[in-house]
């Protein structure tokens, strides 16, 4: 772009000294000269491209004209338009990566150094101001006696505040104390002044404050992302591009546009550049229409034709004899109903008549018409196909008529067949033809009119006569227009089966019936160290080619390589893998082995417990046995101690009484 909305193509002009001389003997010296100015200007290498196909060339008639004081004569000036593989110029996958971590790299250095300006900045303006204080601030008022000051303080003091310093020490005191009473009643006025306006200066710094800081925000993440989409590339690799921004006066940069963008050009953009930008987007979009109308052409002949009259007019034989033989067949009780059919067929009957006059009629008047402006126009494959539609309508009122008679027998299927045919899904087969047909379809309405076919059909260049046309389009063609979804698309059901072989014809149209012109071929002495050779209408550099196959090679080397190292570390973790399997065979016997005892451990803690169990109710038992002994024990031995008492007592009164 140069400017705004200038568009032009990358290039400059030839250079003898840098790009060789001859550029009409040798066709690499432009190729150099688009190499060194593409480069100079975007930054892109186009030494690696290996096809460069001459698209167009433009011849200026410049008349003589006085250039800096000198008559230039008159000469033509010739522009070259090249277009080159330039996707030979993607880097590989680990040059992208490298290009990636470079680029971050690089961005995180200039960050880190933005800052430290930054810091040093502030250092610098923090210094200066301390110097600045430290000379020109004068002490406060509070803190000064002029009658207990010493000479040179007062001089300071006097001039710090921008009096004279000259005088006696007495005019010095009474000049500084005159000084510090008038500091002393502005200080006064100011505090009081500043009482007021504190509260509305404090909310309005606030919102200054608040609406700096969100701007500075914005501006700050602005950058960033800027920043990040200049140095993070994305994952995908991709041609990088570095506009110069002092090429053309500072008016050069660089935009990604489309075809159609290019077409959309305008009256005011008359300007050598801008036309020759939109020369090659109509000569580009004349080559794709010739390309997707090529491809339309091929599919259009490998159809098969449409069926011929007289086996249309056997079906309508049969049709005829099926319906008789229905009718005989079929016995229906109810009469009215069928007379109502029979007046309905009549009706349709006079309907179709009246509609046949009307269409004669019609034709006729059209004849006449056509005979009257041109006689020379008579088209035979028109009135066939006007015949072939008449047939048609009279196919299509017969099935209507035999689907109302058969009536409601075939309702149940007729409706579960709509519903089969609303459940199957269309899959685009033949993309390749669908981008075709949608390339003339702009509005993609999914259809194209017939005389839009017609068109693309005739500027193909075949020389192909009407009736050819014509033909071609009835295989498709149906209301003056043809849905190219139907050639493109099939069921799913139908999408594994196999495609019938496409029908051989002819591609090269008429072109073979008409004489070819000359083409006288100019010899052109090309030097062999040139490197170039025509193939296929390209310039093809051998010596590029050569570079990229050594390029290629290296890469594959380092591959090779690096499939060696990857093939060894597979190796040795598959060693890796073998012992942790067997070590994890070892830990798995080791871990049955402790199951199997934890088992028998847990079986013996069961027969443990349920003898603890036992000798615990042993125990209660005994126990309890035992209070009983103790307690018989117990009243035993209180009776044994009354009867002793009891003995006793006896025996003292026996005493006694003795």
């Known amino acids: 772009m140069k400017g705004k909305d200038e568009a032009m193509a990358i290039g400059g002009h030839w250079s003898p000294s840098l790009d060789g001389p001859d550029p009409e003997k040798d066709p690499s010296v432009l190729i150099k000269t688009a190499i060194r100015c593409c480069k100079a200007l975007t930054g892109i290498d186009l030494s690696v491209c290996t096809q460069w196909y001459r698209f167009a060339e433009i011849r200026y008639h410049r008349p003589e004209e006085t250039h800096k004081g000198r008559t230039v004569p008159a000469h033509v000036e010739t522009v070259v338009l090249f277009f080159p593989d330039v996707w030979h110029c993607l880097p590989t996958r680990s040059e992208w990566e490298t290009l990636s971590r470079g680029y971050k790299q690089q961005l995180v250095e200039k960050l880190q150094g933005e800052r430290k300006e930054a810091d040093g900045e502030q250092d610098e303006e923090e210094k200066d101001d301390g110097e600045a204080k430290e000379i020109s601030t004068p002490t406060h008022w509070s803190k000064l006696d002029p009658k207990t000051m010493k000479v040179n303080d007062l001089r300071k003091e006097l001039e710090s505040r921008t009096l004279s310093s000259k005088g006696l020490k007495s005019q010095l005191i009474a000049r500084l104390t005159k000084q510090l009473k008038v500091e002393e009643q502005k ?68 935009s990604i546009m489309s075809l159609s963008v290019l077409l959309d050009y305008r009256l005011e953009d008359n300007k050598e550049h801008s036309f020759e930008v939109s020369l090659f987007a109509e000569l580009f979009n004349e080559m794709l229409q010739r390309d997707f109308g090529v491809r339309i052409y091929k599919a259009l002949i490998s159809l098969p034709e449409r069926e011929d009259k007289k086996d249309k007019k056997s079906k309508k034989d049969e049709r005829k004899e099926k319906k008789e033989e229905k009718d005989d067949e079929t016995d229906d009780p109810k009469p009215k109903r069928r007379k109502s059919g029979d007046d309905k067929d009549k009706k349709e009957d006079r309907d179709e008549k009246k509609r046949e006059d009307k269409r004669k009629d019609d034709s006729k008047d059209e004849e006449e018409t056509e005979d009257d402006n041109n006689q020379e126009e008579y088209d035979p494959m028109e009135a066939e196909d006007a015949e072939d539609e008449d047939e048609d309508r009279d196919e299509e009122e017969m099935n209507k008529r035999e689907d109302r008679r058969e009536g409601n027998r075939h309702c149940k299927e007729r409706s579960s067949k709509d519903k089969e045919k609303d459940k199957t899904q269309m899959v685009t087969v033949n993309r390749d033809l669908l981008m075709a047909f949608v390339y003339f379809d702009q509005s993609h309405c999914g259809y194209l009119l017939e005389k839009d076919m017609e068109e693309i059909l005739y500027t193909l260049g075949l020389h192909l006569s009407r009736a050819q046309v014509k033909k071609l389009l009835n295989k498709v063609v149906l209301r003056e227009s043809c849905f190219y979804r139907r050639l493109t698309d099939t069921s799913k059901d139908e999408e594994n089966q196999e495609e019938s072989e496409e029908l051989q014809e002819d591609m090269l149209g008429n072109r073979l019936l008409l004489p070819s012109p000359t083409i006288k071929q100019e010899s052109k002495a090309i030097e062999e160290n040139v490197g170039l050779i025509v193939y296929n209408g390209a310039m093809v550099d051998v010596g590029s080619l050569l570079q990229k196959l050594e390029k290629s090679e290296r890469v594959r080397a380092e ?100």
């Open 187 to 254: 200080e006064e006025q100011k505090e009081l002044e500043k009482s007021e306006k504190e509260e509305e200066e404090e909310e309005d710094r606030k919102s200054e404050d608040d609406k700096e800081e969100e701007e500075r925000k914005r501006q700050e993440e602005m950058e960033r992302q800027r920043r990040e989409r200049r140095y993070i590339l994305p994952d995908e690799p991709a041609i990088i591009v570095h506009p110069n921004w002092a090429a053309k006066s500072g008016k050069f940069d660089c």
């Open 559 to 658: 591959i090779e390589q690096k499939l060696q190292l990857l093939e060894e570390k597979t190796d040795e973790d598959e060693k890796t893998i073998l012992q942790l399997e067997n070590s994890n065979k070892s830990l798995s016997a080791e871990l049955k082995e402790v199951k199997k005892d934890l088992s028998q451990l847990q079986e013996n803690l069961k027969i443990s417990d349920d003898k603890n169990l036992q000798f615990e109710g042993q125990l209660n038992k005994t126990i309890k046995n035992l209070a009983t002994v103790m307690d018989e024990i117990q009243s035993v031995l209180k009776q044994d101690i009354v009867k002793n008492e009891d003995k006793d007592q006896k025996s003292k009164e026996n005493g006694a009484n003795v």
